[in-house]
């Protein structure tokens, strides 16, 4: 089963609005990643967030972890068109410190120009 | 995707054939892994491999089987392809886990 749950699992917007996702994990972790995939495509990674860290920002990305309630969430400032992919959390689980990672099913967000 | 190249892009197979598909890496990561990517699954681990000739099972291993004798090289085998396993295939790389992944662009496998 997978260890990280997007909600929503769609999401559309307007070019400029903001968008937010959240990721639920059910395990301790080391960190968090977020990921994004445009349609046919591998995925790319985004940004990192520790176990430690409880707010990152990169560029109009910002990164939240509460990890008191295994939760994360993703918010895309000011979105493009261009941002118009899926987007995945994983987690680094410490019951599988540093061999892999476990992903979500992903939310896909959909930004109208 | 720089770095990551999975042959072939597209395939299309018979129920009971055997499959190879590849996954080359130029960054000399020493982390190799094969994921499928289904709808309603996103990306569920088949198998990955932490060095030359050291691999170990993910989540869906059942009628796959991988190889890896060269560091750059992570070969992923379906000893005889079944409808079920008609999906996406992801080939990833990493030096350190918490640096994150490197995918590949994907082999879309259709098995007839």
């Known amino acids: 089963s997978q260890q990280g749950e997007e909600d929503p699992q769609a999401l559309s917007i307007q070019e400029g609005e903001n968008a937010t996702m959240n990721c639920s994990y059910k395990t301790s972790i080391n960190n968090l990643q977020w990921y994004r995939q445009n349609s046919g495509r591998g995925l790319v990674h985004l940004i990192l967030?520790?176990?430690?860290?409880r707010e990152k920002h990169s560029g109009r990305l910002r990164v939240t972890l509460d990890t008191s309630k295994k939760s994360s969430s993703l918010l895309i400032t000011a979105s493009r068109a261009a941002d118009t992919a899926s987007y995945f959390c994983a987690t680094d689980d410490r019951e599988t410190s540093g061999s892999r990672l476990t992903f979500g099913e992903g939310t896909q967000l959909t930004v109208n120009p | 995707d720089a770095g990551i190249t999975q042959s072939p892009r597209h395939k299309v197979t018979e129920t009971g054939t055997p499959v190879t598909l590849r996954c080359h890496q130029t960054e000399n990561h020493r982390y190799m892994y094969w994921y499928r990517q289904d709808p309603g699954h996103g990306l569920r681990l088949i198998h990955y491999s932490y060095g030359v000739k050291d691999t170990d099972k993910g989540e869906v291993s059942d009628g796959y089987s991988v190889s890896r004798s060269k560091t750059e090289d992570f070969l992923l085998t379906l000893e005889s392809a079944t409808s079920s396993q008609t999906s996406v295939y992801f080939c990833?790389?990493?030096?350190?886990?918490?640096?994150?992944?490197?995918f590949g662009s994907g082999t879309r496998l259709t098995v007839v």
């Open positions: 990833a790389a990493s030096g350190q886990i918490r640096y994150g992944y490197t």
């Open positions: 967030i520790r176990s430690n860290e």
